[in-house]
């Protein structure tokens, strides 16, 4: 059920909501267990984290591009 580390890092955002998807519905199966319940819990919030961390990551390349694009532009003037 658990990927390894260096296939969670390949996966895309979209391939990761996908996976929170899934997780979302077969936590909503009518009979499931409640150790099974807890497993996908931990599952879906280790993929939260991955998302989270991923966007943060993003955030900060996009905030240094910016920072680059207004010094070339001050450069240029």
Same mark, same amino acid.
């Given at each position: 059920? !658990? ?7 390949? @996966? =895309?955002?979209? @391939?990761?909501?996908?996976?929170? +998807?899934?997780?979302?519905? !077969? ?7 409640? +150790? +099974? ?6 599952? =879906? ?7 989270? @961390? !991923?966007? +943060? ?11 680059? =694009? ?5 450069? @240029?003037?």
């Amino acid at each position: 059920m !658990r990927k390894k580390k260096e296939e969670e890092k390949k @996966e =895309g955002l979209e @391939e990761l909501f996908s996976h929170i +998807d899934e997780v979302l519905a !077969r936590m909503e199966e009518e009979n499931i267990s409640l +150790d +099974d319940a807890f497993t996908l819990y931990q599952e =879906g919030i280790s993929l939260v984290k991955q998302c989270n @961390e !991923r966007i +943060d990551y993003v955030e900060q390349e996009i905030r240094i591009l910016n920072k680059s =694009g207004e010094e070339a532009e001050k450069d @240029e003037f």
